[in-house]
């Protein structure tokens, strides 16, 4: 797809062969999601199915997935991972009002639908549907492809959509990545989504960053993600890449960069990290993500004023990292006293999040204050924030500290260092033995104790308990909101290991008046 901005109510495309409708069908896959209606157009051997099949197969990630034509069933549904998608086929369909029996209603509720012969169903399709319309054009396999909307409904329902997805494929091509081949990676618990972008010859990883949230304006109160010092724009990425790459780290070169869209184009780290197939912990490879921080600790001239850095080098803005300030903090862990807490004691999740009396909110705000104010000496530097399996990549060809590839630091904010090592060794997503967190800190504490004479073992292992406990507050009242506000059920699998994670923080001697008053609510 041709870039077109913007993007008017009907796009027409010639697409060269059978390849390119593959191409296309991956960007459409891309952005294909619950409710999406395709209606497919065209005569006998146009190319719908051909469409269909590749778009089935891009969303599954198998181009061997089976994808039979549904002429006699009318109707074939794929539950995939991501998104159940239905494939109709009308053209045997003899009154429209059959198309009801199917219960196409009902697919689309929390689906996605393909139909072929939509001409067939009469009133009876969705008004926001995307029609797209194909035709032989000239000779060989060209076609003329044309998208339209079925209403006004369909055009807000798809346009912004669409030319997003034909901006990365633009994007793509400006770096050399011509007609490759687009499939979707990982997505977590932001808006943040990525792709492989992938040719015969390469690979590249495409971060989707559009913007996080708006700034308030004067008089309006912050949202979350600002309160937090959450990245808006891709801008802080950049910078600190820039910086990480400069002192030999392994952060991800970048290929290309559309500021305006929040899209990255970057090195494919490729996908063996530091954890087993099963999920286990390889204590040698957490070792060394421990001894980098270590390393990195040691080195105190971190600059908090960084450039961003276009792909000739240009300076287009600078990057102030933000201070970790006590009202992030407290921000933080107030989601475990609104999310976590009521939930636990059985609240109607409609209720969600449950605001807590005047004088709970109060104690509890009082509590982390006088933890923060014992660990106001401690050390403080860059916070990568979410240092931990997941955001650590092993490169088997490298060495030293460039082993391990670094990625998802864009939300990086000047605090207590102790706070990645607690990240890491408090692994949200892995289960650490205590034996291992112990061996791994020992190691961290050496380390640090042989660069500096003068290191405070004592007060850098009361910083690693307070911002350990923070983060696990955090984490736990952040799954039950991920759930029950967002839809993300997945991460409460992992609450029985970040509740045994918070009960070996809560040991430390800094936490003990924090300590009993979790031990109140939580057992």
């Known amino acids: 797809m041709s870039p077109a901005h913007p993007l008017s109510p009907t796009l027409s495309l010639t697409i060269a062969d059978e390849t390119a409708m593959v191409r296309l069908a991956e ?93 067939k169903a009469g009133r009876f399709l969705p008004a926001s549907r995307l029609i797209l319309s194909i035709a032989h054009s000239g000779e060989n396999d060209a076609r003329a492809v044309t998208f339209s909307f079925a209403s006004p409904a369909a055009e807000s329902r798809w346009v912004q959509r669409l030319a997003r997805t034909q901006r990365i494929r633009a994007l793509a091509e400006t770096a050399g990545f011509t007609g490759a081949e687009r499939r979707y990676l990982t997505g977590d618990a932001s808006a943040r989504a990525y792709e492989v972008i992938r040719t015969p010859q390469k690979s590249a990883v495409l971060m989707n960053s559009p913007a996080a949230y708006d700034q308030a304006k004067p008089g309006e109160i912050p949202s979350y993600s600002e309160t937090v010092h959450r990245a808006r724009t891709v801008d802080a990425f950049i910078a600190l890449t820039g910086e990480l790459r400069r002192r030999g780290y392994s952060a991800p070169e970048l290929y290309a960069i559309d500021r305006d869209a929040g899209l990255l184009l970057q090195e494919n780290l490729g996908g063996e990290g530091i954890i087993t197939p099963d999920r286990q912990p390889i204590a040698e490879r957490y070792a060394a993500a421990a001894q980098l921080l270590a390393d990195m600790h040691s080195d105190t001239d971190w600059p908090q004023d960084l450039p961003v850095t276009g792909m000739d080098g240009t300076v287009l803005a600078r990057h102030i990292i933000p201070a970790y300030s006590e009202n992030a903090l407290l921000t933080e862990a107030h989601l475990f006293l609104e999310w976590y807490v009521p939930w636990r004691a059985g609240a109607d999740p409609a209720t969600l999040p449950a605001a807590p009396d005047t004088q709970e909110r109060a104690e509890y705000r009082a509590l982390w204050q006088t933890a923060f104010a014992r660990i106001r000496d401690a050390q403080t530097g860059w916070v990568m924030r979410d240092y931990h399996s997941p955001n650590i990549l092993w490169l088997d060809g490298r060495e030293g500290h460039a082993k391990l590839g670094l990625i998802d630091y864009q939300d990086c904010v000047l605090g207590p260092v102790a706070y990645d090592l607690a990240s890491l060794l408090l692994d949200a997503r892995v289960d650490i033995p205590r034996a291992l967190e112990d061996g791994l800190l020992t190691g961290y504490l050496a380390r640090r104790k042989a660069q500096d004479a003068g290191f405070d073992e004592e007060l850098f292992r009361a910083a690693y308990a307070v911002m350990g406990a923070q983060r696990i507050a955090k984490i736990l009242g952040a799954f039950v909101r991920l759930k029950y506000a967002y839809g993300k059920p997945q991460y409460m699998a992992h609450m029985p290991r970040m509740t045994d994670y918070l009960d070996r923080t809560l040991a430390h001697p800094a936490l003990a008046e924090l300590a009993s008053w979790f031990r109140a609510r939580t057992g």
Do not use: M
């Open 27 to 119: 960007d459409v896959a891309a952005i294909l999601g619950p409710g999406d209606v395709i209606a497919l157009n065209g005569d006998l051997g146009a190319g719908k199915s051909t469409f269909s099949r590749a778009l089935l197969r891009a969303f599954a990630g198998d181009p061997a997935l089976e994808v039979p034509s549904p002429t006699f069933t009318l109707v074939q549904t794929y539950d995939l991972d991501r998104l159940t998608i239905s494939h109709l086929d009308l053209y045997r369909l003899e009154e429209p009002e059959e198309l009801e029996e199917l219960g196409l209603e009902d697919l689309t509720a929390t689906g996605a639908a393909l139909i072929e012969w939509p001409e």
